[in-house]
C-alpha cells in the first residue's frame, strides 16, 4: 500500500515545495520520472515474494527427496516359493511408530486377510511387503529373500495390485488392460477381461474395445474400473496379489461381479487382502488383526469368532450396523 501511494506522496510534495519556492520544476518533473520508473520494479518485486517463498518450499522438498538413498538390489532373482515372511519388523511416519515388532507368516498359495481399527497399519504393512518404503529394522523375506536384497521393479514382476483407488490412463480399454503386461497379444488381453467379467461393460461401449475411457477412466463407473483393475492383474498373472479394499465402495450388484472376477484372480497363489466389510473374507485361510501397529490375534473366522476378542467385537459392530433402520 505504500508504494502504491508513493507516486502520489512525492506529487503531492513536490508541488508543496515548488510553492515555496524550495524546489525548481525541472527539479520536480525529474523525481516524479525517476520515482515512476522505481516505483513499479518495486510492487513487482513484492507481488512475487509469496511465490518466491513457495519455491523455497519445494526446493526444501525436492533436497529432501534427492537425499533419499536409492532403492537398489539384485535383478537376477529367483524365488524358491511365494511363502511371506515377516520378522521383527518395526516402521515409523515422521518419528509416529505404525508398525511395532511384527511378526507372521503368509503361507505360499493362501489367502491372508488383514483386518483392523482404522490407523492399526494395514495398508502400511501392505506397502512394505510390496516394498515402497523399507522398513526401519527387523526384515521382509519372501522364499527367504531379503526383499531389501532385491531391486524393486524385480519385485513388481512377483506382484500385482488391486487398490481401492483405480489408476487408469486416457486410452482404450485394450491399453489400459495391456499394462498388467506389455508384450500379451489382443487374445490374452480378451481373455483376462472376459475372466474379470469385461464383457457387458465392453460390449455396450460406443467403439467397443477401443473406446477411450477418460482421464482415470472418468467415464466408467467405479465397479467398471476395478474390473479393468482386476483383468490387468488377471493378465499379468504374478504369484502374488495384493488387495486393498477392492469392494469397500461398490453397490451390491457391482460388488458380486468383482467378487466372482476376485475369486479368479486369487486362485493358487499368495494373496494379502484388507478388508473392512469383515463378511466378504470369512472364506480366507487366515486372518490377522492388527491393533496399533501389532498383532491382536489371528486365526480362521471360526477360530477368532470362538476366541471372543478384537475381531468378534468389529464383526459385532458391522452386523449392528448394517441392521439399523433409516
Same mark, same amino acid.
Given at each position: ?106 503361507? !505360499? ?43 524393486? !521393479? ?60 477418460? !482421464? ?36 451390491? !450388484? ?73
Amino acid at each position: 500500500m505504500t508504494l502504491q501511494v508513493g507516486l502520489g506522496i512525492v506529487v503531492l510534495l513536490g508541488v508543496s515545495l515548488m510553492v515555496s519556492g524550495s524546489l525548481n520544476p525541472i527539479t520536480f518533473i525529474a523525481f516524479v520520472i525517476i520515482s515512476s520508473r522505481i516505483y513499479s520494479p518495486l510492487i513487482s518485486i513484492l507481488t512475487l515474494l509469496p511465490e518466491l517463498f513457495y519455491m523455497l518450499v519445494s526446493i526444501d522438498r525436492m533436497r529432501s527427496l534427492q537425499s533419499e538413498s536409492i532403492m537398489e538390489g539384485k535383478e537376477d532373482v529367483t524365488f524358491a516359493n511365494h511363502t511371506i515372511n515377516i520378522d521383527h519388523v518395526n516402521f515409523s511416519y515422521n518419528q509416529i511408530n505404525v508398525i511395532n515388532n511384527l511378526s507372521c507368516t503368509i503361507p !505360499e498359495g493362501k489367502m491372508t486377510a488383514l483386518v483392523g481399527p482404522s490407523g492399526s497399519g494395514k495398508s502400511t504393512l501392505l506397502q512394505l511387503i510390496a516394498r515402497f518404503w523399507d522398513v526401519n529394522s527387523g526384515r521382509i523375506t519372501i522364499g527367504n529373500l531379503d526383499i531389501k536384497q532385491i531391486d524393486p !521393479e524385480t519385485l513388481m514382476h512377483s506382484m500385482a495390485f488391486v487398490f481401492q483407488q483405480v489408476v487408469l490412463f486416457d486410452d482404450t480399454i485394450m491399453n489400459n488392460i495391456r499394462i498388467g503386461r506389455h508384450n500379451a497379444s489382443d487374445e490374452e488381453v480378451k481373455l483376462a477381461a472376459k475372466i474379470a467379467r469385461c464383457d457387458e461393460l465392453i460390449a455396450r461401449l460406443p467403439d467397443g474395445w477401443n473406446t477411450l475411457i477418460g !482421464e482415470n477412466g472418468s467415464k466408467l463407473s467405479g465397479g467398471e474400473r476395478q474390473r479393468i483393475s482386476i483383468a490387468r492383474a488377471l493378465l499379468k498373472n504374478a504369484p502374488i496379489i495384493l488387495l486393498d479394499e477392492a469392494t469397500a465402495s461398490l453397490d451390491p !450388484e457391482n460388488e458380486i461381479y468383482i467378487q466372482e472376477a476376485i475369486a479368479s484372480l486369487v486362485k493358487d497363489r499368495t494373496v494379502i487382502v484388507i478388508a473392512h466389510r469383515l463378511k466378504t473374507i470369512i472364506g480366507a485361510d487366515n486372518i490377522i488383526v492388527l491393533d496399533k501397529g501389532s498383532i491382536a490375534e489371528q486365526g480362521n473366522y471360526q477360530d477368532l469368532m470362538d476366541n471372543n476378542g478384537l475381531f468378534t467385537k468389529l464383526y459385532s459392530f458391522q452386523k449392528q450396523a448394517l441392521s439399523v433402520n433409516y
